[in-house]
């Protein structure tokens, strides 16, 4: 075997190994079992409607759903000790069941703070990361249009590292935003009650499922 085959081969080997390693590091767990409301809670919004899990919600798939309230539902994460701060992935399937407002506003840790992506809000079609530079998602550099459907399932997914916040729906990316010297914080008001991890929907009734966390 000549000295060149063999480096190539090797390097081959290593690039495998790395990333096995990296698979074998990542760990992805749901956060919806399906069946119960377990690690959730209903959010404290002084609006909030009733919160149920439906077994076999619309196509037969177990779902999350938010009653439409005058102002915010939704749902919290109980333990944020244990949520990840930077390098993970929230992904989820959210659904717009009746109104015409935001129906996925996801409330995630970002370092120290935390923030929102907000799905269809401000009439239905903006969307964006709550707040940017003092700035909310219908007004910053991550504001986006975009239509939606009601009775329709989309993926929505969002990931954190330290360098940036980027979000995907039905796997089109809508936010890539470099987070050096940016002021990232949670728009004023009760989305405070989505912390640390949250989902809300705006006059609006949602449905939500697969709810799943990556982290490295």
């Known amino acids: 075997m000549s000295l060149g085959l063999c480096r190539w081969m090797w390097l081959v080997v290593g690039l495998v190994s790395a990333s096995v390693g990296l698979r074998a590091a990542e760990q992805t767990r749901a956060l919806f079992d399906g069946a119960t409301l377990a690690g959730w809670k209903p959010s404290a919004f002084d ?36 949520l990840p701060k930077s390098n993970y992935e929230i992904s989820l399937e959210a659904m717009r069941v009746d109104g015409n407002d935001f129906f996925c506003g ?7 703070t935390a923030c929102s992506f907000i799905v269809g809000g401000w009439g239905g079609m903006v969307v964006g990361l709550s707040n940017v530079d003092n700035l909310d ?9 975009r239509e939606f459907k009601s009775g329709r399932w989309y993926k929505i997914r969002v990931r954190v590292t330290p360098a940036k916040i980027e979000a995907w729906v039905d796997g089109e990316q809508m936010v890539d935003l470099e987070t050096k010297d940016k002021k990232i914080e949670l728009r004023f008001g009760e989305i405070r009650h989505s912390l640390p991890l949250g989902i809300a929907a705006f006059q609006t009734k949602a449905a939500v499922r697969d709810i799943r966390l990556k982290q490295w």
């Open 47 to 82: 609006s909030q409607k009733e919160v149920k899990v439906e077994k076999a919600f619309r196509d037969g798939q177990a779902a999350i759903v938010l009653d439409k309230s005058d102002y915010l539902s939704g749902i919290s994460w109980a333990d944020g000790a244990a």
């Open 137 to 145: 998602a219908s007004e910053n550099e991550t504001t986006q249009g």
């Open 106 to 112: 996801l409330t995630f840790p970002v370092g120290t």
